[in-house]
T-cell receptor
């Protein structure tokens, strides 16, 4: 069974603060993704990576950085958190890209005050 | 612009009823289509996908979907729903060589026991 875990599961942050969301997969998948989910918007891609030490921008990368230090780990970094970044964030992995099945983590609920 | 639209934000049915959740896409070229399910407070889980071949694909838990190129559609169906099918259903699409998976806004299905 594919396994993607995220930490923390929920977080309250202050405006202007730094937030790091972590994702770990034990699937041995090359591709990893970060999405945000907002009510009425479905999921939107922030960053993705297809190999360690490399990240790519998705559709809404502004205000976010990503880091892929190893095949298993993929972090999303908010250097200066803003109110508009309040959302649920999902990490996913897939074996060979967006055309393949994606395996999602349980999500991180972020509230920026 | 590539889009995935799910015309019904909410669908309510009784247990044992059949249901169809609609998905339309606008893409050029080869397309990969999927359906995912999200139970409340959980991550997304894969239901089924289509790329080529038989336009009717079977998924987990009795779900099936039918691809129609002429209608640009990939509707999800189930012949007899159970209360545990209550969830949000997302249609998603991607194309060859493109790493984004575009998600629709989701359809919330409520099954009344």
């Amino acid at each position: 069974e594919a396994a993607v875990t995220q930490s923390p599961r929920s977080k309250v942050a202050v405006t202007g603060g730094k937030v790091t969301l972590s994702c770990h997969q034990t699937n041995n998948h090359d591709y990893m993704y970060w999405y945000r989910q907002d009510t009425g918007h479905g999921l939107r891609l922030i960053h993705y990576s297809y190999v360690a030490d490399s990240t790519e921008k998705g559709d809404i990368p502004d205000g976010y950085k990503a880091s892929r230090p190893s095949q298993e780990n993929f972090s999303l970094i908010l250097e200066l958190a803003s109110l508009s970044q309040t959302a649920v964030y999902f990490c996913a992995s897939s074996p060979w890209g967006a055309q393949d099945t994606q395996y999602f983590g349980p999500g991180t609920r972020l509230l920026v005050l | 612009t590539q889009t995935v639209s799910q015309s019904d934000a909410h669908v309510t049915v009784f247990e044992g009823d059949s249901v169809e959740l609609r998905c339309n896409y606008s893409y050029g070229g080869s397309i990969y289509l999927s359906w995912y399910i999200q139970h409340h407070g959980r991550g997304l889980q894969f239901l089924l996908k289509y790329y080529s071949g038989n336009p009717v694909v079977q998924g987990v838990n009795g779900f099936e979907a039918e691809f129609s190129k002429s209608d640009s559609s990939f509707h999800l169906r189930k012949a007899s729903v159970h209360w545990s099918d209550s969830a949000v259903y997302f249609c998603a699409a991607s194309t060859t060589g493109y790493q984004n998976f575009y998600f629709g806004k989701g359809t919330s299905l409520t099954v009344i026991p």
